[in-house]
């Protein structure tokens, strides 16, 4: 929701002092979400594994309801700053929904569980952006509807937030129906025997530190199994989300500093279509794709085919425009969602494959509190990094945003990396 309408709200906050400083302050708002939950994700993953899944779930969805909703009515830019982090802070909901999508199917289908939680990410993709980019500034686009001293007219962005509030509102009623799934499988605990890919890096004793025991939740830390998947889990989440943030302020800002010019509806537009085919390439090819190539190896494919997918990017406003513009935007969008998605439900996996049910919400907690920080640390300085390259446009080794999408790579060329050893083991489960 946030992404289409960030940069005109940056602007209207009037805190940036000139155009090529917006992506700056702008990335400070998409970090403040994440760093309030990579504080708090430990802890919720603490309370869904003695109190339940539920609770934790509940409790994210109010929070939603009452932060978002506040987040429209943002009048001053630290104000963004504070609802955001607060609901990072209550957003436990991450690690427990992966741990009850394992727990809520039979051993069988937990895998096809966890997929359909990466596909929830193309259902947002296709809602959120829809949302943020047709009902930003209603009074502005719609002002037969939407008067300029209506409340909407006032707060320009409070329509968007209040819709996806309302959203949250209809899911938290909906756990009305919700079962509760802790110790279901109490009986059932997988024997997860764990070995390296290439090297017997991991011994036998990786078994016991897996597990659930005494002491269990710091011995995690010994899992290599799981951290290993947690470290890559969290090196790609990072490329991502810089991505998303980079995206949206390239789309948005002036052709003349190498951006796009779209405004919040074409930025939305993009973001929705390549959500939709997202959400149908995650529920009917990738399930196939799963089947014939090993996880590891889907990784390490789809980020080398990220690499000049990336590269081509600041290529496109000085050879498209019109409608080939918007088409080869919206096949690259999709395209590097794709490959982001395959290899997020595949780090899902790897994660819940490595510990028991007793300490599956406590594992994902770690993987959320890992993955907040450098989520947290992507938008800023994906954002410090965006408003340098606008300010650089003739310079002559990587001008303008060839620079961005340059860090871009080498993150994502540094995933690859850390998907061979040594620094890479898992489980011998097959996936």
């Known amino acids: 929701m946030l992404f289409p309408f960030l940069y005109f709200m940056i602007r209207d906050l009037h805190i940036a002092r000139d155009e090529k400083d917006i992506g700056f302050y702008a990335g400070f708002v998409g970090a403040s979400f994440m760093a309030g939950r990579a504080l708090t994700a430990v802890i919720w993953g603490m309370v869904a594994d003695k109190r339940g899944r539920k609770q934790v779930i509940v409790i994210t969805l109010t929070a939603i309801v009452i932060f978002n909703t506040l987040f429209g009515l943002s009048s001053t830019y630290w104000m963004t700053i504070l609802t955001r982090a607060l609901l990072g802070l209550l957003s436990g909901i991450l690690g427990p929904i992966k741990a009850y999508a394992t727990e809520a199917c039979r051993k069988e289908y937990s895998h096809l569980g966890l997929s359909i939680v990466s596909s929830s990410r193309g259902v947002g993709l296709i809602v959120g952006p829809a949302i943020g980019g047709y009902l930003a500034q209603p009074a502005d686009k719609y002002p037969g509807i939407f008067s300029k001293k209506s409340i909407f007219g006032r707060f320009p962005y409070f329509l968007p937030s209040l819709s996806v509030s309302i959203l949250a509102f209809i899911a938290l009623i909906s756990c009305f129906w919700l079962q509760e799934t802790l110790h279901k499988h109490t009986g059932d605990i997988t024997d997860n025997t764990i070995e390296t890919v290439e090297d017997p890096l991991a011994s036998t004793d990786a078994q016991e530190m897996s597990l659930g025991g005494s002491g269990g939740f710091l011995k995690l830390f010994k899992n290599w199994p799981l951290m290993s998947a947690i470290i890559l889990y969290s090196i790609f989440a990072l490329e991502d989300v810089a991505y998303i943030e980079v995206f949206s302020l390239w789309a948005i800002s002036d052709r003349r500093y190498g951006g796009l010019s779209f405004s919040t509806t074409d930025v939305g537009n993009v973001l929705a279509i390549s959500g939709l085919f997202l959400m149908l390439y995650q529920l009917f090819i990738y399930p196939s794709v799963a089947k014939f190539v090993a996880p590891i190896t889907l990784v390490r494919i789809t980020a080398i085919l990220t690499v000049p997918l990336l590269s081509s990017y600041a290529i496109m406003p000085t050879v498209l425009s019109g409608f080939p513009l918007h088409l ?72 303008g945003d060839h620079l961005v999408f340059f860090m871009l790579n080498v993150v994502t060329v540094i995933g690859i990396v850390f998907t061979f050893r040594p620094f890479f083991v898992r489980s011998t489960i097959n996936h």
């Open 328 to 399: 080869v935007v919206n096949c690259a969008s999709f395209l590097k969602n794709a490959f982001t998605v395959s290899s997020i439900t595949v780090f899902n996996v790897l994660i819940n494959d490595a510990v028991t049910q007793d300490v599956r919400g406590q594992a994902n907690g770690i993987a959320v509190t890992i993955m907040s920080i450098t989520k947290a640390i992507a938008p800023a300085v994906a954002g410090i990094i965006f408003s340098w390259a606008q300010k650089r446009q003739k310079a002559s080794f990587l001008p």
